[in-house]
């Protein structure tokens, strides 16, 4: 091999050397940029899910007191249905007592009506 043909191969070497090294300093670059967007990513993630979290928190939260709302106005509304069933009760009583003093007084208290037929 001559030195020419050592040289233009050395040179090819040291070429080829440089070029992977810029190949390298892009690549850390690239990636130094990959990891600052992951961590971007990561933060926005995790504020994501912690804020998820509250609002499942809070829906818990109002979903109890809404049940709790709930129960008490069913219990109400169970109580003004007896007290209407108990008044309903004692509407039907007075109003038999009357439908039978109605009753009587039209039939005579169970008299035959006096009269001229025969």
Partial sequence: MS???FNRKMEFIVEQQ???AADIQVMREVH???VK???EQDRRLSNAIATTAELVGELVAA???TDAQVSE???RTDAKLA???EAQLRTDDRLNVLINTVERYISGNGKKPS???P
């Fill in 3 to 5: 030195n020419e043909e």
């Fill in 18 to 20: 440089a070029q992977f």
């Fill in 32 to 34: 130094d940029a990959d």
């Fill in 37 to 39: 967007l992951l961590k």
């Fill in 63 to 65: 979903q109890t007191r």
């Fill in 73 to 75: 106005s069913n219990v």
């Fill in 83 to 85: 007290e209407l069933a």
């Fill in 115 to 117: 009269g001229n037929s």
